[in-house]
């Protein structure tokens, strides 16, 4: 069985950051890619970042240099630092193991709240 618990929303200005993280269950966390997903009010749930197990990073081109993904395999957390939030980032924050077409591969959680407002 493997879960994850997102952490670390909340409300920011335009132009603000924050930070996610999502724990892991899975004692063999390392061993494969992690991703973060994003839904929009209206809209359907997107990648917006992945980390392969070798630290290989990719970016959906709405967040490419704004949004980092890092991990710690030591404490089994893929983290999401994002910088110069726009209202557009407005979403629920999700990870899960991405597939190779980018689909998630375990049940989603609850996700975590981000929202960028004046």
């Known amino acids: 069985q493997v879960q994850f618990v997102e952490s670390g929303g909340g409300l920011v200005q335009p132009g603000g950051s924050l930070r996610l993280s999502c724990a892991a269950s899975?004692?063999?966390?390392?061993?494969?890619?992690m991703g973060w997903y994003r839904q929009a009010p209206g809209k359907q749930r997107e990648l917006v970042a992945r980390?392969?197990?070798?630290?290989?990073?990719n970016y959906a081109d709405s967040v490419k240099g704004r949004f980092t993904i890092s991990r710690d395999n030591a404490k089994n957390t893929v983290l999401l630092q994002m910088n110069s939030l726009k209202p557009e980032d407005t979403a629920v924050y999700y990870c899960?193991?991405?597939?190779?077409?980018?689909?998630?591969?375990?049940?989603w959680g609850q996700g975590i709240q981000v929202t960028v407002s004046s």
């Open positions: 980390i392969t197990g070798g630290g290989s990073t």
């Open positions: 899975a004692s063999t966390f390392r061993f494969y890619a």
């Open positions: 899960n193991r991405p597939s190779v077409s980018g689909s998630g591969l375990y049940g």
